[in-house]
């Protein structure tokens, strides 16, 4: 019980459900009237665009109603903007046929039952940052202050989280497993849409499923270095300085090939650092970070729908699945919106007139949903709010956050700046690229050749691939590591339309020599997704709540989740687990990662009158924190002015208090 449900009431799982089931058929009524689709594909693109619509229409809402009332309203506005597509079209509400891709979601859920399983044995990617914006935007806080600064917007992806955040409200889930839940949720969607994509461009079953099971396990081709002399990668590794988790994993390259890669969180046998990348991980991988899951799901949506757009409806549709983009992964929806622009600009007297429409359906749909990022919160609203008002947005400084690198690099973010000025490191750069980039020129000239025939959604993903991996090269991320979000994302876009555009090629040119180089291609693209899955499958026998949090912090989410009043600050010696527990913002850390003074100083001494003075009506204490507090410290939680709200302890004797010290406000001395 500690770890799925907070509070067990019926009347929230139905009520889970039922809103689940709104956005569901919303969804479907979109794809049926505001997309030209063939039948077999409504069914998942429809709870794609539902699922997609749902998202941002909770962003909006959740501004001004309470979250009790803002997720059930939004799935309510999703099925009624289905409903009014329907009615102002001239075809039958919904159809028999609208359900013929209904067999491929038994795969699919049994797909998200795996994922969340294994999920909930692992506690990797940000697990810190997504359960405590999870918290908060579940009791309310939309769009949501950095979870370590009440006094600050965060400039942060969220519409993934958003999602979770829906499901532990509605539900009454615990913040880790409606996390889990969520990245099942999406990684079923995104793979059934791959699935989809891939039966359309290759019009074959087989086709289909080779896409998808690109789509899933694609990954950088680290592990070739393995094979190399000793001699080649250690001339390398002298020019290499690692970063992050590889900095982590050893203090060189030639160290980590042969170990694990250290991640917090991760499974107990660890992971291999070969079979793992800096640049594209394994969607096996890389699922278990929501934002991954959900930028991929409308990736493969807009492949799916950009071209086919009916009318005003398509174009309501589009700009509310884009906004959600833009709120979950917004590097991509900028891409995208860049290759839509590249591809309708130069192929315009190559499309038909029908392509030109559907060419300026899509941009006005782009339009509309840049609009709505430029408010609706996240990382667009807050960037754009930083360097026109030179405030603080979620982020250390104020100014713009990209400048130009020179020279040109592949950028890892477990190998660090590859300078191609630098011969001896070619080879290296090469191997985290991985094969995909092998795809590069025949997506080019699919997406380019397919103008003619109305392909405008490959066209403008193939233009984004491009534009994505070349930024990537060029400029320079504040959180640099960050800036490999756009070279990802050209490599799945080559690893995917690659296989789709691969397969056509072999079908039509029957040589044995082309079928094997592409069976080759495919065979060792891969290989390190197989090899992630198989060290990550074990984690479904040892269920963990999160990184720092026990089963006695469930004990008192269980009772305490939301209870305090809105405002309220919390105190704890952890600098995050309180936000996650409560539901409730503190002040502990700065958006520079740097601790407040005041927040160490109350830590190290936490008299209630101080804490009372500076802002915290509340403190969540850990056993560790009480053991170290004097006798005499102790003894002032006795004082009148302080009430025990609550006592949780575990099996193995680890306890929680949460005090309420607002009373003791008032009796602070004077400075």
């Known amino acids: 019980m500690s770890y799925w449900l907070r509070e067990y009431d019926p009347f929230l799982i139905l009520l889970g459900l039922a809103v689940s089931l709104a956005w569901s058929l919303g969804g479907l009524m979109m794809a049926r009237h505001g997309f030209r689709l063939q039948s077999r594909e409504r069914l998942l693109v429809g709870l794609g665009l539902g699922l997609s619509t749902y998202v941002t229409s909770a962003n909006l809402i959740g501004r001004w109603l309470e979250p009790e009332l803002s997720f059930p309203i939004a799935g309510g506005l999703v099925l009624g903007l289905g409903l009014t597509m329907a009615g102002t079209s001239r075809r039958a509400l919904l159809a028999r046929d609208d359900f013929d891709g209904w067999r491929p979601l038994v795969i699919l859920a049994l797909i998200a039952l795996v994922t969340t399983l294994v999920g909930r044995g692992l506690g990797i990617f940000d697990d810190r940052k997504n359960l405590s914006i999870i918290s908060l935007m579940a ?386 693209l891969v290989l390190p997704g197989i090899m992630t899955a198989g060290y990550l499958l074990p984690a479904i026998q040892r269920p963990v709540l999160s990184e720092d949090i026990e089963g006695v912090d469930a004990r008192m989410s269980a009772v305490f989740w939301d209870r305090l009043e809105p405002k309220a600050r919390v105190l704890g010696s952890h600098p995050w687990r309180q936000v996650v527990v409560l539901g409730r913002p503190t002040k502990s850390v700065g958006t520079d990662f740097k601790d407040f003074p005041s927040w160490r100083a109350a830590v190290s001494d936490p008299v209630p009158t101080e804490v009372a003075r500076l802002g915290y009506g509340y403190v969540y204490m850990d056993q560790e924190w009480w053991d170290n507090l004097s006798p005499e410290r102790q003894a002032e939680y006795a004082d009148p002015c302080v009430a025990l709200l609550a006592l949780e302890s575990d099996l193995s004797g680890r306890r929680r208090w949460l005090w309420d010290v607002r009373a003791c406000a008032g009796t602070a001395v004077p400075e």
């Open 139 to 524: 009791a309310g806080d939309i769009p949501p202050h950095f979870y370590m600064d009440a006094d600050v917007l965060f400039r942060y992806h969220y519409g993934s989280q958003l999602f979770a955040a829906s499901l532990m409200r509605l539900t009454g889930l615990q913040p880790w497993s409606a996390l889990d839940l969520a990245k099942g949720a999406l990684a079923g969607i995104t793979l059934g849409l791959a699935y989809v994509a891939g039966r359309r461009l290759t019009h074959s079953i087989w086709g289909g499923l080779c896409v998808a099971g690109v789509a899933l396990l694609a990954s950088g081709s680290r592990w070739m270095l393995l094979q190399l002399p000793v001699a080649w990668i250690q001339a390398a590794s002298d020019n290499i300085v690692l970063w992050g988790s590889g900095r982590l994993s050893a203090p060189t390259l030639v160290e980590a090939l042969g170990g694990a890669w250290q991640i917090a969180g991760g499974p107990r046998a660890g992971l291999p650092f070969a079979h793992v990348n800096g640049i594209l991980q394994p969607f096996t991988l890389g699922l278990h970070s929501t934002g991954i899951s959900m930028t991929r799901l409308l990736l493969l949506l807009a492949l799916l729908t950009a071209a086919r757009l009916a009318g005003w409806r398509g174009i309501v549709a589009t700009a509310m699945a884009m906004a959600a983009w833009a709120l979950a992964w917004e590097t991509d929806f900028l891409l995208f919106g860049c290759g839509a622009l590249a591809a309708a600009g130069l192929g315009y007297r190559k499309l038909s007139d029908p392509g030109r429409l559907q060419a300026r359906l899509l941009l006005v749909a782009l339009g509309v949903a840049l609009a709505l990022a430029l408010l609706q919160g996240g990382t667009i609203t807050e960037l754009v709010r930083q360097v026109a008002l030179g405030a603080d947005a979620g982020q250390a400084e104020a100014g713009f956050p990209i400048s130009l690198r020179w020279p040109p690099a592949i950028v890892s973010a477990h190998l660090g700046e590859l300078h191609l000025n630098r011969p001896s490191v070619w080879l290296v750069a090469l191997a985290e690229i991985g094969l995909a980039v092998l795809a590069a020129p025949l997506v080019t000239w699919w997406g380019w050749r397919g103008l003619r025939r109305g392909r405008l959604a490959e066209s403008a993903l193939a233009a984004a691939a491009l534009v994505g991996f070349g930024l990537a090269m060029l400029l320079r991320y504040e959180v640099d590591r960050d800036i490999t979000r756009f070279s990802a994302t050209g490599l799945y876009i080559w690893a995917v339309l690659g296989t789709g555009a691969g397969w056509v090629v072999v079908r039509r040119c029957r040589k044995l020599w082309v079928s094997a180089a592409y069976a080759a291609w495919v065979g060792l």
